[in-house]
């Protein structure tokens, strides 16, 4: 089923303080993949979602999953699977908004990197809900930390990501533990085989919900592609980012070197910036996400790690330093702007030969509109004439 329409929250018959909790975030209409979710969630229905990134598949997911804990009960009733630990984070903070208005609804969040006896604290307190990455919440079923069997909701946030991680077999293994599910919920921006196969096994007459990136809800986003000498790439960010006064920029970077190597080099330049990658330490990471979150820190340096972890509505502009090696990174990363309807830009710099030839198999294949343009002298961007 294809849908392209909200609808009004109220019409869902969400309880009260679920209710006023929307209402809270600023929002009445729901957007086209929670108006196709949340009622055959609500009915304990399978769910398959094919929807664009920032349509708003957390609520989607969400909401229902909410709406139907028991908050007396002390047993683990959903588990959201998620592919990195910052898009577990973000879900759980979106998931505590929807419940603040829920007595006894509580929630946990468990991925790699955290000390797991931090983890084992929270899951002593009987949360309902758990929100996880595959391999910790496998480490914490083997530790006998936490029973999911009894799970009545699972969801699959970013499943395509998820499986091409390689977590297929996490994942298989995990929801063959949880047999007393009542519905399993699959949210992906693309369906690829893997989906499908997990769908086919565990699924029963699945929902299928697509949301095509139609006019309305696709982002408004000016892309750009701009040569400059390979020596010449951060003194173009810094005199792009200055000219157009940008208070909230996303770089993205291929490497963690590169990572480190801009972010330096932008700093040396009195820019405020800082960057993530695997190899920084978890507690840093998340200070430098939430300061990004927060609008204390004004460029944010990462690698693709950090793309599907960042929901933030405000991002001014994205830069790819470099052209991502996979056509859905890019997809991703530029969709970091544009978001909540507003107006989005992102560069790609090109220095070379291949990062040229890549781009333009990128541009083909995605049929992305990427405007050829040059960088004045003052920071100033102008497009090419054809």
């Given at each position: 089923?294809?849908?392209?329409?909200?609808?009004?929250?109220?019409?869902?018959?969400?309880?009260?303080?679920?209710?006023?909790?929307?209402?809270?975030?600023?929002?009445?209409?729901?957007?086209?993949?929670?108006?196709?979710?949340?009622?055959?969630?609500?009915?304990?229905?399978?769910?398959?979602?094919?929807?664009?990134?920032?349509?708003?598949?957390?609520?989607a997911f969400g909401i229902p999953i909410i709406e139907k804990i028991d908050p007396e009960s002390e047993e683990v009733q959903a588990v959201i699977m998620a592919p990195t630990r910052e898009l577990a984070m973000q879900i759980t903070d979106e998931m505590r908004d929807i419940a603040v208005y829920h007595e006894g609804v509580r929630l946990v969040c468990l991925?790699?990197?955290?000390?797991?006896?931090?983890?084992?604290?929270?899951?002593?307190?009987?949360?309902?809900?758990?929100?996880?990455?595959?391999?910790?919440?496998?480490?914490?079923?083997?530790?006998?930390?936490?029973?999911?069997?009894?799970?009545?909701?699972?969801?699959?946030?970013?499943?395509?990501?998820?499986?091409?991680?390689?977590?297929?077999h996490d994942v298989t293994r995990l929801l063959d533990k949880m047999k007393s599910r009542k519905n399993l919920g699959m949210f992906s921006a693309t369906i690829s085989r893997e989906v499908m196969d997990i769908s086919w096994v565990y699924q029963r007459d699945p929902e299928e919900i697509t949301v095509r990136p139609t006019e309305e809800n696709k982002p408004d986003i000016l892309q750009y592609r701009i040569e400059v000498p390979s020596d010449g790439k951060v003194d173009a960010i810094a005199r792009i980012i200055t000219h157009e006064n940008y208070d909230r920029v996303i770089c993205f970077c291929n490497t963690k070197g590169s990572t480190e190597r801009l972010n330096k080099f932008l700093q040396m330049r009195g820019l405020d910036a800082q960057c993530i990658h695997g190899d920084i330490p978890q507690g840093k990471r998340e200070q430098v996400m939430q300061l990004f979150r927060d609008g204390k820190l004004r460029i944010f340096v990462a690698t693709d790690v950090a793309s599907r972890g960042i929901d933030v509505d405000d991002v001014d502009a994205v830069f790819n330093f470099e052209v991502p090696d996979e056509n859905e990174y890019y997809v991703h990363r530029i969709g970091r702007t544009g978001r909540a309807k507003k107006h989005g830009v992102a560069y790609t710099l090109i220095s070379d030969f291949p990062s040229r030839i890549r781009l333009d198999a990128l541009v083909r294949d995605t049929r992305q509109e990427v405007i050829p343009a040059q960088l004045n002298d003052d920071g100033s961007v102008t497009p090419i004439a054809k």
């Open positions: 089923m294809e849908i392209n329409q909200g609808l009004p929250f109220d019409s869902f018959g969400l309880s009260e303080p679920t209710l006023r909790a929307i209402q809270n975030k600023g929002y009445t209409v729901s957007t086209p993949v929670q108006a196709g979710c949340i009622p055959p969630m609500m009915a304990d229905k399978d769910v398959i979602a094919k929807a664009p990134t920032g349509t708003g598949k957390t609520m991925y790699g990197g955290q000390p797991i006896s931090k983890q084992i604290t929270a899951l002593k307190r009987r949360p309902q809900i758990v929100v996880a990455t595959p391999g910790r919440l496998s480490d914490h079923i083997k530790r006998r930390t936490v029973d999911v069997r009894n799970v009545r909701t699972v969801v699959l946030d970013e499943a395509d990501r998820m499986l091409d991680m390689g977590f297929i």
